[in-house]
């Protein structure tokens, strides 16, 4: 039996997050490389619409189709706070639906010699209706301040794999990282065991969480434990013309859609289609329709800098932003 997500989304953004243990990183010149490429890779805009497109194209897992995720990583000045810290929020559906209640958090990054990884302590912001996207207000930044009743008892600690950088959860008065937290919430008196795992490379940050309660009972997460994929969107700004007419959109990849000014609607998706007799690939798809016609789709390679989609006496096209 499960809690519904309601029910435990609040308490789920007390921690962070975690899994098995991965590759050894051995020295401290590892391990500020490690914490480069995490500083460096993890700020961003990130969405799990190519992982629902390819569920619903090619098969769901055993629990059913993921959820629509839009999340935003970004650096903030807050040394009131720590030296290097992210801010993050959690939208359901796209960038402008709602902030998931409990998931406007700061990572707190250090160099952890004596754990020999890369240490994140994920906290909560307090009053986090009043701080949405305060990534953007600089200005606003100083006023941020933890909420002393979530969190701190979990570190969340990074080592590479590879081409790539897995985070683990650890118990932070323990040397041990086996992706495995216990406390006990400060708010609720419940006992809470997490489990779970994050995989970062430069393109898509992978999260796999289960939070149980002492009994066992799985209250966030999925039973069948596998990872949400969120691919990392590239924002493009899209001209059209029409005659004497013109104007500007904004769109991302990430399963973006923008109405133009005579009802066109655009949506844009980076994902893997099969647009030939070779297999499945990475591509940009933008889809165009006005109501009365099929929809027309256009195929770029991923990482197109430009896409260009003449639409009936309409030139648009659309130019990746930096």
């Known amino acids: 039996m499960r809690l519904s997500?309601?029910?435990?989304?609040?308490?789920?953004?007390?921690?962070?997050?975690?899994?098995?243990?991965?590759?050894?990183?051995?020295?401290?010149?590892?391990?500020?490389?490690?914490?480069?490429?995490?500083?460096?890779?993890?700020?961003?805009?990130?969405?799990?619409?190519?992982?629902?497109?390819?569920?619903?194209?090619?098969?769901?897992?055993?629990d059913g189709e993921h959820e629509a995720w839009f999340r935003v990583f970004a650096p903030v000045k807050v040394p009131h706070i720590g030296e290097h810290v992210i801010y993050g929020q959690l939208h359901a559906g796209g960038r402008d639906g709602p902030i998931i209640p409990?998931?406007?958090?700061?990572?707190?990054?250090?160099?952890?010699?004596?754990?020999?990884?890369?240490?994140?302590?994920?906290?909560?912001?307090?009053?986090?209706?009043?701080?949405?996207?305060?990534?953007?207000?600089?200005?606003?930044?100083?006023?941020?301040k933890l909420d002393p009743n979530t969190g701190g008892n979990c570190d969340f600690?990074?080592?590479?794999h590879g081409k790539q950088i897995v985070g683990l959860l650890a118990n932070t008065d323990e040397p041990v990282t086996d992706g495995t937290c216990s406390m006990v919430s400060k708010v609720s008196g419940l006992h809470m065991t997490w489990d779970a795992e994050w995989v970062?490379?430069?393109?898509?940050?992978?999260?796999?969480?289960?939070?149980?309660?002492?009994?066992?009972?799985?209250?966030?997460?999925?039973?069948?434990?596998?990872?949400?994929?969120?691919?990392?969107?590239?924002?493009?700004?899209?001209?059209?013309?029409?005659?004497?007419?013109?104007?500007?959109v904004t769109l991302h990849d990430g399963g973006g859609q923008a109405v133009l000014k005579n009802d066109l609607r655009l949506s844009m998706l980076n994902s893997r289609f099969k647009t030939g007799a070779e297999r499945p690939a990475a591509h940009t798809r933008l889809t165009i329709q006005d109501g009365e016609t099929k929809p027309r789709e256009y195929f770029t390679q991923s990482g197109a800098r430009t896409i260009t989609a003449p639409w009936k006496d309409i030139q648009l096209s659309c130019t990746a932003e930096d």
């Open 200 to 248: 970062l490379n430069p393109d898509e940050l992978w999260i796999y969480d289960n939070g149980y309660l002492e009994d066992g009972m799985l209250f966030i997460g999925r039973e069948d434990r596998t990872h949400t994929r969120l691919r990392r969107v590239t924002w493009y700004d899209c001209t059209w013309v029409k005659g004497s007419s013109s104007g500007n």
């Open 102 to 144: 409990g998931t406007q958090v700061l990572y707190i990054v250090t160099l952890d010699e004596q754990n020999n990884a890369v240490t994140i302590n994920g906290r909560r912001i307090a009053d986090g209706p009043d701080f949405v996207d305060v990534h953007l207000h600089p200005e606003r930044q100083n006023d941020l």
């Open 157 to 160: 600690r990074w080592r590479r």
């Open 5 to 62: 997500i309601a029910a435990g989304v609040a308490v789920w953004a007390v921690l962070l997050l975690c899994s098995p243990p991965t590759a050894a990183t051995n020295s401290k010149a590892e391990l500020e490389a490690v914490m480069a490429d995490l500083l460096q890779w993890l700020p961003g805009d990130y969405s799990t619409q190519s992982q629902l497109d390819m569920e619903r194209r090619l098969g769901q897992s055993p």
